[in-house]
């Protein structure tokens, strides 16, 4: 997590780094900070609290440069307060860095190396500043002094850094590994982004940095260096992203917003992946999966809740056994593999730390794999044998919505496509996304139904069997993730064995009810909870509806495809839910959007 941009070029240096700070606020949001330099005199500004709260500080300082460095930060090592806000520099006063990861060894430098240097942080990144500001003193130039420092890193440590040397601050000196920071170039300067979204007012022209790579960045060049600081040259790449996406536009908040494009999301998503009626994947991918004997789904949150939904697909579809696993637990508690799996790695992000680890694992033991992400170009994307793109274009808000459509759409197409390819399987998505709309459409009764039962609910469950009890552990996650009532998504049938005993008076509970052989069974359970007071809801097909029903959704003749439109009004309801309580929807406590540390 962290976000982190620099600048340097012929143009004014910090309303550029202000708004990339503001577009990387997604990736933490609790101190942020700007050092520039122009070269006669120097600011470094840190505030705790979100972007705006340090805008109002630069805002009545006169700071002028055509080059700086700036970060927001999501605390890993130390609270959030002024000191532990980045960018730190060296006690000379010499350097100055960002830095997004985590330095696993930095106690153990410390005290190797800096027991007599004063700290003024908590941080691990302060460590890595005063190790480089230490060699430069021993007669190291800044490159080695920076080379010399990562050497120091243990190979577990992960980082983007940003270093700027106060002699010359037109040059910035930029070293990535695990955690993900791009540059971006040109005519008028050259940029350091950990995404491309926060400068792509500036460009769309970048380059990739890959794992041990270093580059000296300055306005008129970029010079790139292996790890063993042999310079090397890489081409760089044009990101087909309109910058307006990235905006909110008219919408009150992201959340709101990517909610609404799921219907377009879907559309874009048939438009590339299917010719002629039939869905389109790469034969090699085609043929590694047909190959495996048993599929491994590895993903986190709600990638994690779309694999779920994605098992059934390639079971009922090709006919592979396919697990779903949560990456964080299956990095350090590998089930025993069948003779040939294939490992599906889902993320909207690309960077998820603790996929990234399963994906290290699995491709040391020489197996293929395939990511699906939204962010192509992503270290997930980069590092497997194939990629797929999920096209929903930017997803800002930390809550993952139309992310999780686009993924369930995507491994649909991709089952569908192993499968030979089922003739109707476009049209069926065509209608889905008529139907998204629909159920989009329809989002007052979801307030009305949020601000009446929702807001002062200290608790809240999701029932449902098969894919809708699957569906319901995304259902609770949203809504407690933004507005931090406490949820539980729960197979109906499993309630009375125990957790129906947190039933009280007023508990909302919804059941989700999709499927024609289990709906009687659901809506027992439903009534069972209500019989010890429960407020309960419905969310159910139009073909399964009963009079008084809450919320009908269409039906969808594809039971595989009913999550794509369940999901909605869930994802409604923790929406406003949040904004009843006057929550900043997009920027969740604790939390961020793409969670780079394990
Ligand atoms: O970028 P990823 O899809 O890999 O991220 C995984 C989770 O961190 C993410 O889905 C998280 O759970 C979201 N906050 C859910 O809304």
């Not at 590994?177 to 400068?199: H, Q, R, Y």
């Not at 010079?223 to 996406?245: A, M, V």
């Not at 552990?473 to 005993?501: C, M």
């Not at 909302?508 to 009534?527: E, Q």
């Amino acid at each position: 997590m962290c976000g982190i941009v620099g600048y340097t070029g012929i143009n004014q240096a910090l309303p550029i780094l202000m708004d990339g700070l503001e577009k990387l606020e997604y990736r933490g949001y609790d101190s942020a900070g700007v050092y520039m330099n122009d070269g006669v005199e120097e600011d470094l500004v840190r505030e705790v609290g979100r972007v705006k709260d340090l805008e109002a500080v630069v805002d009545k300082m006169e700071i002028k440069g055509t080059a700086g460095i700036a970060h927001t930060r999501w605390a890993t090592h130390g609270k959030p307060t002024v000191n532990n806000a980045h960018p730190h520099k060296s006690n000379d006063g010499r350097y100055y860095l960002v830095h997004n990861g985590v330095i696993e060894n930095f106690k153990e430098l410390r005290e190797e190396y800096l027991s007599d240097i004063e700290m003024h942080s908590d941080t691990d990144t302060e460590v890595a500043v005063q190790l480089i500001g230490k060699f430069a003193q021993e007669g190291f130039s800044t490159f080695d002094a920076l080379r010399l420092m990562l050497s120091k890193l243990d190979e577990n440590s992960a980082y983007g850094f940003l270093l700027v040397d106060s002699k010359e601050p037109d040059m910035m000196y930029v070293a990535k590994s695990k955690s993900p920071l791009l540059i971006g170039l040109s005519e008028d300067g050259n940029v350091v982004a950990s995404d491309a979204t926060a400068v792509l007012n500036v460009t769309n022209t970048f380059l990739e940095l890959h794992d041990g790579d270093i580059a000296v960045v300055e306005k008129d060049k970029v010079t790139l260096f292996d790890k063993d600081g042999k310079q090397f040259e890489r081409e760089p790449f044009i990101l087909d992203i309109d910058p307006s996406q990235a905006e909110k536009g008219t919408y009150p908040f992201y959340m709101l917003k990517e909610i609404d494009e799921q219907a377009i999301v879907t559309r874009n998503l048939i438009e590339h992946y299917f010719i002629d009626g039939m869905p389109q994947i790469d034969q090699p991918i085609v043929d590694a999966i047909k190959y495996a004997d048993r599929l491994y789904i590895v993903a986190a949150g709600t990638s994690y809740h779309a694999g779920l939904q994605g098992r059934r697909m390639f079971e009922e579809l090709v006919g592979i056994p396919t697990e779903v696993h949560i990456s964080s637990e299956f990095a350090y508690d590998m089930p025993l593999l069948s003779k040939k799996p294939f490992f599906i790695f889902l993320s909207q992000s690309g960077e998820t730390a603790d996929s990234r680890e399963v994906l290290e694992r699995v491709n040391k033991l020489g197996y293929k794999s395939l990511t699906i992400a939204n962010v192509m170009n992503s270290t997930l994307t980069r590092e497997a044998t194939f990629s797929l793109p999920l096209l929903a274009g930017p997803e800002v808000s930390v809550a993952s919505t139309k992310a999780f459509t686009s993924q369930i759409v995507v491994e649909m197409i991709l089952a569908s496509a192993i499968a030979g390819g089922q003739t109707e399987l476009q049209d069926q998505l065509s209608k889905l996304a008529v139907d998204m709309q629909v159920v989009i459409d329809a989002k007052d009764k979801l307030k009305e139904i949020a601000d009446k039962y929702l807001l002062n609910a200290k608790n809240a469950f999701y029932i449902g069997r098969g894919a809708d009890a699957d569906l319901t552990v995304e259902a609770a996650l949203k809504l407690k993730e933004i507005s931090y009532v406490q949820a539980e998504g729960f197979a109906a049938g499993e309630l009375k064995h125990g957790t129906i005993s947190l039933i009280e008076d007023g508990t909302p509970v919804f059941a989700i009810i999709t499927n024609k052989s289990t709906a009687g069974l659901t809506r027992s359970n439903l009534m069972e909870t209500e019989a010890r007071g429960a407020k309960a809801f419905t969310i159910v097909t139009s073909d399964l509806a009963k009079s008084g029903d809450d919320i009908v959704i269409p039906a969808v003749e594809n039971p595989l495809l009913s999550p794509l439109l369940a999901v909605i009004p869930t994802q409604l309801l923790a929406y406003y839910t949040s904004l009843g309580k006057g929550f900043d929807v997009d920027h969740p406590r604790n939390l961020a959007k793409s969670v780079t540390v394990q």
